[in-house]
């Protein structure tokens, strides 16, 4: 009986044993699969870390773009004042194609002749300039040619120069400016006509709606002075 008791405690322990070293034992595909969850927790976490950054960065260019948004409104502004004032300035100075109703004013010869030099020696052209510019003129030109502050009108041989380039009759005078009060200078300030049509000088005068006077393109340096600051 002894021996019977010896053989069954022998194979409980031996049983127990073998329980628990298989409970002691980790199972290989458990493993496993735990290593794949954390490799996955930690691309998650990557991730996770990656969308922060970006959420970050377009929050940071979306206050860059409402700052540039709020400063551009001044930054237009401020050039399109600088535009208008070179625009203004280049107009002033002759620069710019310009229309609008205006006067132009045909000098030819009566008798087929040159009549250059009486024109130059009467200083008819600059006259009439002038007396336009007086009357409601705002811009001119002489057979072509854009008449600026700065224009030269010269006699050179038998042929007027305007800015050195020879202009031949007839003389063609266009200015656009207040119609009314060019039509009243006509009509009332005759005497510089009287004076021409003496001389031999056939005037022909007409009235337009609509003139195009083209902007000066050349470009005379100034030689002699500097601007003071």
Do not use: C
Not at 96 to 116: C, F, M, Y
Not at 137 to 150: K, L, Q, S
Not at 157 to 181: E, K, L
Request: charged share 25%; aromatic share 8%.
């Amino acid at each position: 009986m002894k021996e019977h008791k010896w053989i069954v405690m022998m194979i409980f322990t031996l049983v127990g044993l073998s329980v628990g070293l298989l409970f002691s034992i980790e199972d290989p595909s458990a493993a496993e699969e735990g290593s794949v969850d954390r490799a996955y927790e930690q691309e998650i976490e990557q991730l996770a870390s990656i969308n922060e950054n970006l959420r970050q960065r377009i929050a940071d260019v979306q206050e860059d773009v409402e700052t540039f948004e709020e400063n551009l409104p001044a930054e237009n502004l401020a050039l399109t004042t600088l535009r208008q004032e070179i625009r203004a300035f280049e107009m002033l100075a002759g620069r710019q194609d310009v229309t609008g109703p205006g006067i132009e004013i045909i000098l030819s010869s009566r008798n087929d002749e040159n009549i250059a030099m009486i024109v130059e020696y009467r200083k008819y052209l600059i006259n009439l300039l002038n007396e336009l510019r007086v009357f409601g003129g705002e811009a001119f030109e002489v057979n072509g040619h854009r008449i600026v502050d700065r224009t030269e009108l010269t006699l050179a041989g038998n042929h007027i120069n305007v800015n050195q380039t020879p202009i031949a009759p007839p003389y063609v005078v266009r200015s656009i400016g207040n119609q009314p009060t060019l039509q009243q200078y006509v009509e009332y300030n005759t005497f510089i006509f009287d004076m021409m049509e003496n001389d031999g000088v056939a005037v022909d005068i007409n009235f337009h709606d609509e003139l195009i006077i083209e902007g000066y393109l050349g470009e005379k340096p100034f030689r002699h002075f500097e601007v003071m600051e």
